[in-house]
């Protein structure tokens, strides 16, 4: 493991404390004030968030998730809730992180506007109080098939885009 060492005189790399590969005993001041420069440099060029998806098969999971938030909010009697949580998961992760757009370029409109439809027959199913198998057979259907076509995207090298969807 490399060590680090820095003060005001000297500036110091270490391997497990025994062996010293470099020192760096002129321009440490300077050194030292150039620091704070690279550390930024090096956090701009980090990902924009480490939490963002970096394939489809996430973007799907976290949409996967919402809906199970949807059904159990159903399951206690709040479906206002449930169909707000329907709504955030097609608008807010869905078409905000682009997915659908990327099926829609890889997999046709008919099957982007499928996928569409799952998620209003869900969010329909709640209003009409069709009951919690209905419900559950439906938010079931839909998790399925957003995996598949997360899986599907990655599988076929489809970038996800910056990542925009809503947390």
């Given at each position: 493991?490399l060590h680090l060492r820095i003060s005001r005189n000297m500036c ?23 620091l704070p420069v690279l550390l930024i440099l090096l956090i701009a ?20 998730g919402r809906i199970d938030q949807a059904e159990t909010l159903y ?93």
């Amino acid at each position: 493991m490399l060590h680090l060492r820095i003060s005001r005189n000297m500036c110091k790399v270490t391997e497990d404390d025994n062996h010293s590969h470099s020192q760096f005993t002129q321009g440490t001041k300077q050194t030292m004030k150039r620091l704070p420069v690279l550390l930024i440099l090096l956090i701009a060029a980090l990902p924009a968030s480490a939490g963002e998806p970096q394939s489809w098969a996430a973007v799907a999971e976290r949409i996967a998730g919402r809906i199970d938030q949807a059904e159990t909010l159903y399951r206690q009697g709040k479906a206002d809730e449930a169909r707000r949580a329907v709504a955030d998961s097609y608008f807010g992760i869905f078409e905000k992180s682009e997915m659908e757009e990327a099926l829609t370029k890889r997999m046709g409109h008919d099957h982007a506007e499928e996928m569409e439809d799952r998620f209003g027959d869900l969010r329909k199913a709640i209003k009409a109080d069709k009951g919690i198998e209905v419900v559950r057979r439906l938010a079931d259907d839909l998790r399925t098939a957003l995996r598949k076509d997360g899986k599907a995207l990655d599988d076929a090298g489809v970038p996800v885009h910056d990542a925009k969807e809503a947390s």
